[in-house]
């Protein structure tokens, strides 16, 4: 079975500085998607970014960039430019790519990483 | 708002008690999955359906818990003699697909809290 670890429970972050959380994962598969999703207050599931495994290439999207290392199985983001609305928990989420197979594409979730961003 | 509705948002429930628990998913979508959060954790998976079957219930707990999901309305999930242990926020999400590179769109979830 497939297994997220967030080892960070709190982050904190200045307003437009750059903030990185990190993610590690346990698989044995050699496909599958990486998400990282955002948890305001509001307990809304927004999904920020994501990765196929596939692709060498690193995601971004705007000011939010992941950095994926497959043979470490880390898959870190990094928050560029942190704004107050960024304030959230976080989760790092794996979905296997088992067209046939009996994962149904359900998601894995870390544990989350609280981030505050201070003014 | 063609998103997936969940209801109620917030759910109490005394001991003993059912919670009936609804989402509609996305238009178009047959694909469910229901996550739940306990405090100060992240989802888990409970249970994956497309319409009219339960695909993968391994991580619903065999007693009290079930789920389905119609060929009309919404996918319901229900707690029978409900205990303080449920309480947690449940999420349903919806996928156009199963297994592919498509996103799951989550509802906001429901609170359920049980006194």
């Known amino acids: 079975a497939q297994t997220v670890t967030q080892s960070q429970p709190e982050m904190s972050v200045q307003e437009a500085e750059t903030v990185t959380l990190s993610c590690t994962y346990d698989?044995?598969?050699?496909?599958?998607?990486l998400f990282w999703y955002k948890q305001p207050p509001s307990r809304q599931m927004i999904l920020v970014i994501r990765q196929e495994a596939y692709k060498q290439q690193n995601a971004t999207e705007n000011r939010f960039s992941v950095n994926f290392q497959k043979a470490a199985k880390s898959f870190s983001l990094k928050i560029s430019d942190s704004q107050l609305g960024d304030a959230a928990m976080y989760f790092c989420?794996?979905?296997?790519?088992?067209?046939?197979?009996?994962?149904?594409?359900?998601?894995?979730f870390g544990q989350g990483t609280i981030l505050t961003v201070h003014p | 708002n063609a998103g997936v509705m969940q209801n109620p948002r917030h759910l109490v429930r005394r001991r003993g008690q059912e919670a009936r628990l609804r989402c509609s998913p996305v238009?178009?979508?047959?694909?469910v999955y229901w996550y739940r959060q306990l405090p100060e954790e992240g989802l888990k998976f409970m249970v994956y359906l497309q319409k009219e079957n339960i695909i993968d219930e391994s991580g619903m707990p065999k007693e009290r818990f079930s789920a389905e999901f119609p060929k009309e309305g919404p996918s319901i999930l229900r707690i029978q003699q409900v205990v303080r242990g449920d309480s947690a926020a449940y999420f349903c999400a919806s996928s156009a697909r199963g297994f592919s590179n498509q996103p799951q769109h989550f509802g906001d979830g429901t609170r359920l809290s049980i006194l």
């Open positions: 698989t044995s598969e050699s496909d599958y998607y």
């Open positions: 238009k178009g979508h047959s694909h």
């Open positions: 989420a794996y979905r296997s790519d088992d067209a046939g197979g009996t994962s149904y594409g359900k998601l894995t």
